[in-house]
Structures are given as C-alpha cells and as structure tokens.
Nanobody
C-alpha cells in the first residue's frame, strides 16, 4: 500500500528553522519525482520544491536560498530544510510523488500534510 507520511511541522518564530520529513512506503520512491507543496488558508496549493530521480532540483522563487530539498533513496525519505522562515511561509505542507515519464501508470500520490506556522 502506498503511503506518504509527513512529519516535522510545528510553530516557529520568524527567522527560525524547521526540517520536514516525508517517509514513503511502496516501491516507487527512488524513480519518482518527489516534491513539497504548500497551501495557505484561502490560497491555492503551490509547488515549493521538487527533486527528480536524476538529482535535479527546482524551487519556488519565494523560497530560493532559504529552503533545501533532499532525498535519501535508501531510506525512502524526502526532506525539506527550511531556514530563515517568514510569516508568509505559514501553510500546510504536503509531500508528493509523481510518476516518471516512462512509467506505465501516471501515479500522483499525496501525503496528509503537516502544518507549519511562523509567528512571534
């Protein structure tokens, strides 16, 4: 059974740091494009950062230089190190796994989300 389970969210002061984790179960992690998305109240879900199986990464302009996405294929775990957090980073953060182009199924898996709140 496919599962993505996020952890590491919480309340942090502006300028602080958090490290999110996403533990994946199922035989798909190493060849998936893995990503972190977020959704703030009243806003659409947006891509924060993504990591391809080939090692490429991309980031939303709003988090470049502050957030770092990484993956450990041996542990089936995705990470998001968030530094210099701002109030506008407050959102529910979701882990996502997308099928590579060659895969026979176009899977698109989501975790349940973890809340990040940045406030003084």
């Amino acid at each position: 059974q496919v599962q993505l389970v996020e952890s590491g969210g919480g309340l942090v002061q502006p300028g602080g740091s958090l490290n999110l984790s996403c533990a994946a179960s199922g035989n798909f992690f190493s060849f998936s494009t893995m990503g972190w998305y977020r959704q703030a109240p009243g806003k659409q879900r947006e891509l924060v950062a993504a990591s391809t199986s080939g090692g490429s990464t991309n980031y939303a302009d709003s988090v470049k230089g502050r957030f770092t996405i990484s993956r450990d294929n041996a542990k089936n775990t995705l990470y998001l190190q968030m530094n210099s957090l701002k109030a506008e980073d407050t959102a529910v953060y979701y882990c996502n796994a997308k099928a590579p182009g060659w895969h026979i199924t176009r899977y698109d898996y989501w975790g349940q989300g973890t809340q990040v709140a940045v406030s003084s």
